[in-house]
């Protein structure tokens, strides 16, 4: 099934990559991340989501390849800032990022129906349990 190192290239659209950028960058503005937080998520704490954010970004405007585990970690922050306002940017996400709702929830459905196995196996296996421990 490979493995969460495994490079991954993702089909995206322009506006569906952006959407996922928008995502990462939400987390250093309204958003609230913590460490642990950031750990249930994927990332070491708080700072290596902030870290590693900015190397996806990177990737993702260049139109690289990531890691299935990377995929997997985007696109969940993406989710739960959008969609949390506990924790998230909630209801600030239209007027932070300039995508309403109704068309964030429509990019963030194509997205996730384009998630090969890979990248959907990393959940449970690489983190998102108390199993894990390999930051």
Not at 71 to 85: G, K, M, N, Y
Not at 118 to 128: D, H, L, N, Q, T
């Amino acid at each position: 099934m490979g493995s969460a190192g495994e490079l991954v290239d993702v089909e995206l659209s322009d506006i569906e990559r952006t959407v996922l950028v928008v995502g990462l960058n939400e987390w250093g503005g309204p958003a609230r991340a913590t460490d642990e937080l950031a750990f249930a998520m994927g990332f070491r704490d708080r700072a290596d989501l902030f870290a590693e954010g900015d190397r996806i970004i990177k990737q993702l405007e260049r139109r690289e390849p990531l890691t299935a585990r990377d995929w997997a970690r985007t696109v969940l922050v993406t989710e739960v800032v959008f969609a949390s306002d506990l924790v998230g940017s909630g209801r600030d996400w239209a007027s932070t990022t300039g995508f309403s709702d109704v068309d964030t929830i429509e990019f963030l459905r194509s997205i996730q129906s384009k998630l090969p196995g890979p990248v959907r196996a990393v959940i449970g296996a690489e983190f998102g349990t108390r199993r894990t421990g390999r930051f």
